[in-house]
C-alpha cells in the first residue's frame, strides 16, 4: 500500500522527522548553554586576574632574568596594555580548565552507555593534571632549559635585550603546547575507547608515532632542538603510557560486553489450577496421578531448574513509569492503525458481497413460494 492510500504511514514518518529535529534543536540548545556559562566564568577570572597582573608578570619573566640577567624592553607604546589583558586572558583560561573540561564531558555523557559513564570521572580529572603538570612542566623544566641554551648563542659583544611582547608570546605559547601535548594519554584512550584502533595496532605503528611526535614537537616550539626534544620526548613517553591504560581498559571493555551479552532465561512462573469446579479438580487430580510416579523422581531437579531460570541477568533494570507509558502509547498507536486497516479491507469485501447475498434471498424466496403453492404438489 503506498503512502498515499495510508495517511498513517505519513504521520508516523513526520512524527520521527519532527522528533529528530526536536532533539538535534535541543542540543545546540544545550551547547549554547554550556558555552555561555564557560564564557561568564572567564571574564569573571579575567576580571579577577588584572588585580594580580604584576605578580603573574613577576612569576613569568624571572624566568630569563635568573639565567640571561637581562631585561625585557617595551618597543611599543601600547605593549603594556596589550601584555596586560594578554596575560590576565591567559591565566583566566589557565584557571577555568577544569570547569571546561567539566563542561565539555557532562555535554558528552548523555549519549554513552552506563558502562562507558564510569570513565567520565577518571578522564576529567587525568585532564585537568596532565595540563597543569604539562604547564608546570614548561615553566620549571623547559623554559630555564631553553633560555639557557639560547643564551650561549648570543654572541659575545652582544646584550640580549628581548622584546616584552614577543617574549611573553613564547612562553604563553609554550605553556599551551606543553599542556595540550600532556594530554596525550587521555586521547589515546579516548581513540581506543570510540573504536578507531587498538591498542595492538598502536603498538605495530609505534615507529611512525614517534617521527609524528618529534614532527609535532618542531611546529609547536621554538626553531631549537633543545626545546624540540623537550616536548617529544615527554609527549612519547606519555604515548606509552596511554597504550599500557589503553590495553587495560579494552580488556575490562570486553569483560563487560560478554557480561551485559549473557542473558540468563527467565521463564513466567506456571499458572495456578483453576479454583472451583469438579471438572476443574477432577482434570488437576487425574494429571496428578498420571505424572506422579515419574515426577516423583525429578521433583528436586525441576525446581532447581525454576530456580535458575527465574533469576535476573546482573544488568537487569525496570522500566521506568514513563518508559512504560512511552511503550504502552506505542502499542495502542500500533493497534490503532491495525484496526482501520482491517476495517477500510472488510468495507471493500463487504460491497461486493451485496449482489450475491441478494441473489441467495431472491431463491429462498422463489423455493419457499413453490413449496406453498398446492398446483405444484
Known amino acids: 500500500m503506498s503512502s498515499q492510500n495510508n495517511p498513517d504511514l505519513d ?24 558555552l555561555l556559562r564557560v564564557v561568564l566564568v572567564m571574564l ?33 607604546p601600547l ?33 554513552l552507555y552506563q558502562h562507558e559513564r564510569r570513565l567520565v570521572v577518571p578522564l576529567l580529572v587525568s585532564s585537568v593534571v596532565l595540563f597543569y603538570f604539562g604547564v608546570a612542566f614548561a615553566r620549571f623544566v623547559a623554559l630555564p632549559l631553553m633560555f639557557k641554551f639560547i643564551a650561549g648563542l648570543v654572541p ?27 594530554e596525550v594519554p587521555v586521547a589515546t584512550i579516548i581513540i581506543v575507547w570510540a573504536g578507531l584502533t587498538t591498542p595492538e595496532k ?24 633543545w626545546s624540540q626534544v623537550l616536548l617529544a620526548v615527554p609527549m612519547w613517553l606519555l604515548f606509552e603510557l596511554g597504550v599500557v591504560l589503553s590495553r587495560m581498559y579494552s580488556g575490562n571493555k570486553e569483560q563487560q560486553e560478554d557480561e551485559e551479552n549473557t542473558i540468563t532465561p527467565f521463564r513466567e512462573p506456571d499458572d495456578e489450577p483453576p479454583a472451583g469446579g469438579p471438572a476443574s479438580t477432577g482434570i488437576v487430580a487425574g494429571a496428578g496421578k498420571v505424572s ?29 513509569e514513563e518508559e512504560l507509558d512511552a511503550e504502552l502509547d506505542r502499542f495502542d498507536e500500533e493497534m490503532e492503525a491495525l484496526d482501520k486497516l482491517e476495517d477500510e479491507q472488510e468495507g471493500g469485501g463487504t460491497a461486493d458481497d451485496k449482489p450475491e447475498s441478494g441473489d441467495a434471498e431472491e431463491k429462498t424466496d422463489g423455493s419457499n413460494k413453490q413449496a406453498d403453492d398446492p398446483d405444484r404438489r
Open 11 to 34: 504521520s508516523e514518518t513526520g512524527s520521527e522527522g519532527s522528533l529528530a529535529d526536536q532533539s538535534f534543536v535541543s542540543h545546540l540548545v544545550e551547547l549554547r548553554d554550556r
Open 44 to 76: 569573571v577570572l579575567f576580571i579577577i586576574a588584572m588585580f594580580f597582573y604584576d605578580a603573574i608578570y613577576t612569576f613569568f619573566s624571572t624566568v630569563i632574568k635568573e639565567i640571561t640577567g637581562a631585561k625585557l624592553t617595551v618597543i611599543d
Open 79 to 111: 605593549s603594556p596594555v596589550m601584555l596586560m589583558i594578554k596575560i590576565s586572558f591567559t591565566a583566566s583560561f589557565f584557571v577555568s580548565m577544569p570547569y571546561i573540561l567539566y563542561q565539555l564531558w557532562s555535554f558528552v555523557a548523555p549519549g
Open 156 to 182: 659575545a659583544d652582544a646584550a640580549m635585550a628581548p622584546d616584552i611582547m614577543l617574549y611573553f608570546d613564547r612562553v604563553i605559547k609554550l605553556l599551551f603546547a606543553f599542556g595540550i601535548a600532556f
Open 202 to 225: 598502536l603498538q605495530e605503528k609505534r615507529p611512525y608515532i614517534i617521527v609524528g611526535v618529534f614532527v609535532v614537537a618542531m611546529f609547536l616550539t621554538p626553531p631549537d632542538a
Open 292 to 320: 506422579g510416579s515419574a515426577g516423583a523422581e525429578d521433583t528436586g531437579q525441576g525446581e532447581d531448574d525454576s530456580a535458575a531460570e527465574t533469576q535476573y541477568p546482573q544488568d537487569y533494570r525496570p522500566l521506568t
